[in-house]
């Protein structure tokens, strides 16, 4: 049985915020409440004020500001000599360092915020810290070294009833399994996070499950129903204004479009969430995007050697990022448009 979904990352005196706060309105009353925390001279609510700032920034696609304000929190964390704190904005710091594309540095911040976690006796933090590293993981397409903490996570986040942690959870091993191919299973996953994220009043957590069952109806040829289900997701990102997220939505219903033949729709698509991802300093989505746009330029008529070359560069892009997955499709895209390659395609 799962109770209400919360967010634990909203403490202290903005505790009482919900999961589905708007975040401009998380942010105007995070910074309202940083500025009393400092006048007043609590560095632990100062702390817990800053990682609301900085996580309502980092969704809302405003990585500097992001950027500053985890450290500010954990500055105010360390001043307060509150471990679990302290673990809370250094988690903020790794999953904003993933969101900007440089994994290796979201490996070592989510691995500290674990480690205090620990020493600090916060096993939420922890929880969300390792969680982190397996979506680090994940992303990246290490399935075998991330899959057993996948599930991990999933049995603790089952046993203790948190809701948004179980959806997480269950959306990330369904990825992994739509991605290897076993889309039975993806679907049944997806359909369950999406199931468990509405009775729990997770909107969010819900919007990114209707992105992955649209994306396995589509791979199966329901394009519509798959369209309908992106078209209900936007709404809730558009509503809670997830910058990230609805970028990847714009991305999705590209992909759903192209696999329909709909090359002109999808090149939209695409080009639409190319801006989004840039003008949030996303480069993984950034990439993917390109992808999209790349082969949806070559069934448009594109010139073969163009295409190559394009590929070519995105294979590289890629790899300095580190998604091996990701690589993945860029072979299979040459595959798919009659691309010869002479011998493997440099990474450095």
Known sequence: MYGKAFAPEYRGALGAL?????????????????????????????AHAGLAVAEASRRLGRVEEAEQAWKASYRAARQAEDEGAMAWAVWSGGTLARQRGDLALARRWLAAAAELAERGGDIVARGYSLAGLAETGRIQGDYAAVGELHEKLLAEARRRGEARHTVWALEGIAQMHRNTGSYDTALALFEEAAEIAQKADDARGRAWALRGIADVLSVRGDTERALELLSEAEGTCREMRLAGALAYNHKMRGNVLFRAARYEEAHACYSGALEEFRAMGEPRGEALSRLGLVKSRARLGRDLAQTAADLDELYVTLGRIGLLHARDMVDKARTELGIVTAGAVPTG
């Open 18 to 46: 919900s999961v589905n706060s708007s975040l401009e309105d998380v942010l105007e009353q995070a910074l309202e409440q940083r500025r009393r925390a400092e006048l007043s001279g609590s560095a632990l609510e100062s």
